[in-house]
Structure formats: C-alpha cells, structure tokens
C-alpha cells in the first residue's frame, strides 16, 4: 500500500523566482492538506483542499497557492520567493469524514532559498 | 487562536528509564489530538489519536492519554531505536495545529 509521495525531494531556487510542489496521497484518501516546518518548529498549516477546492486555509500569503486534481493529487506552488520561505515543506492525506481525521504525511520537500 | 504546548523541550534517557512527554492545549471544540514522530529530515510518523477525555491508547513502549486540558505519552524502557521529536498535534475544524515537540534522546 502506497504511502503519501512528494516530489522533488530537494530544491534550491533564489529570491524572486516561483517553485511547484507535488504530492499524491495514500490510496484511498481523497483530502490533501499542505504544512510548512522550519527548522526546530512544528508543521504550521498552509491550507487544505477537498474535492478540488480549498477548504480551510492558514495564515500564509496569497503568494501561497494550492491546486487539487481529479485523481486527488494536489499540488503547492510558491511565488515571490523570500529566504523565509526556506523550509521543509509537508503534505499530508485523509479520508474524508469530517473535522478530526488522522493525517498521514509523506517524507516532505526541502525548499532552500538563496 | 488554539495554543499547544510540549514540554520538555528535549530529554536525555538512559535505555530503559521510563519518562513521559507532556502535551496542554487551549482550543476552541477539540475533534482529536494526535501524535505523531518525527525522524530528523523525514515527514511525521503517525502513533496515535485521541477523540475524548479518559481514552488512552498503546503501541509497544509508548502509551498516550488524554484529559480535558492535556495528553501524555508514555515512553515505557525506551531503546536507542525510539530516540526522535515527538510532535503533539489539535484538530479543530479541518487543519492540525502542532507544538514544537519533545526531542527524546535514548542513550544505549
């Protein structure tokens, strides 16, 4: 049984420039939810999609934004970059059941920004 | 604004001497608490969740309860193996509001 997927697994870019993330979910699951982790800190919450909309979001920037295709897969992308935006960058799946599902992440994508 | 707390910040084992990890939280109609482990450079991995007060859960060495103000895990004789950051994490409408984790070392 697959387990949630990200690519890439690293990426360096420069301030300025625009990054895409991807992620596909465990088999079964069809609500994406997006967290950034900087170091030594716990995930915060990006947003979350359900049924190819945003659901709920956090306190992150329009330069945030997120897409959720018909297969469930989901996508983050980033514009403007700032050095804060450095982080590990987590998606995390579910199955739909309402408020207080369990989410399972996958391994992250390491975003450094120079 | 939901607020969770961890502590200690880190905690230094011997193997086999039992401790536990503290979670408080503030929020506003809790769905579920939830932790999870954390390998350094790895996404989390999931242990366990709690819907209500008194429930209590078990995997292994590691045991978790919940009040209505806080939850503990357990760490019963650690190994080497369960050193990790331990996050504790609230569900109030749809998104997981994380503390900052315990990082847990075990020595041999």
């Known amino acids: 049984d697959a387990g949630v997927t990200q690519s890439p697994t690293h990426l360096i870019k420069t301030r300025g420039q625009q990054v895409t993330l991807r992620c596909s979910p465990k088999?079964?699951?069809?609500?994406v939810s997006w967290y950034q982790q900087a170091l030594g800190q716990g995930p915060q919450f990006i947003f979350q999609?359900?049924?190819?909309?945003?659901?709920q979001r956090g306190n992150f920037p329009d330069r945030f934004s997120g897409h959720q295709f018909p297969n469930y897969s989901s996508e983050l992308n980033v514009n403007a970059l700032l050095l804060g935006d450095s982080a590990l960058y987590l998606c995390?799946?579910?199955?739909?059941?309402?408020?207080?599902?369990?989410?399972?992440f996958g391994p992250g994508t390491r975003l450094t920004v120079l | 604004e939901d607020q969770v707390t961890q502590s200690p910040e880190a905690l230094r084992l011997q193997e086999g001497e039992s401790s536990s990890l503290n979670c408080s939280y503030t929020?506003?109609?809790?769905?579920?608490l939830f932790w999870y482990r954390q390998d350094p450079g790895k996404g989390p991995e999931f242990l366990f969740t709690?819907?209500?007060a008194g429930e209590e859960k078990e995997k292994e060495r590691l045991k978790a309860t919940l009040t209505k103000k806080e939850s503990f895990l357990h760490i019963t004789a650690p190994k080497p193996e369960d050193s990790a950051t331990y996050l504790c994490?609230?569900?109030?409408?749809?998104?997981?509001?994380f503390g900052a984790g315990t990082t847990v070392t075990v020595r041999a």
């Open positions: 995390a799946s579910s199955l739909d059941g309402g408020a207080g599902d369990t989410q399972y």
């Open positions: 929020v506003s109609g809790l769905r579920g």
């Open positions: 999609y359900y049924e190819e909309e945003e659901r």
């Open positions: 994490a609230v569900s109030t409408r749809y998104k997981l509001s």
């Open positions: 709690l819907y209500s």
């Open positions: 088999s079964g699951h069809d609500t």
